[in-house]
């Protein structure tokens, strides 16, 4: 993909969210910035890296979006 691209990619998925120490060590080695898993939650600032969660975005009115978030955005 960085060759079609011609940018660096920097951020991994897990194929359906597994991962563990051997596969945190393997995209580190890589060069890899982070990656994502699919555990629902918000990311906080003390989340390990290699292990952020996401929550799914749908086409939600900006109240039903803070609502899921848990906060309200600015």
Do not use: C, H
């Not at 079609?4 to 990619?9: A, C, G, P, Q």
């Not at 359906?16 to 918000?42: C, E, Q």
Request: net charge positive.
């Amino acid at each position: 993909l960085e060759n079609l691209t011609k940018k660096r990619i920097d951020s991994f998925a897990y194929p359906s969210g597994k991962s563990n120490a051997d596969t945190v060590l393997a995209l580190k080695s890589l060069g890899f910035d982070m990656a994502v898993n699919t555990i629902k939650r918000r990311v906080e600032k003390e989340d390990n890296i290699f292990q952020i969660g996401r929550i799914q975005v749908n086409d939600w009115k900006k109240y039903d979006f803070e609502k899921r978030l848990g906060y309200q955005l600015i």
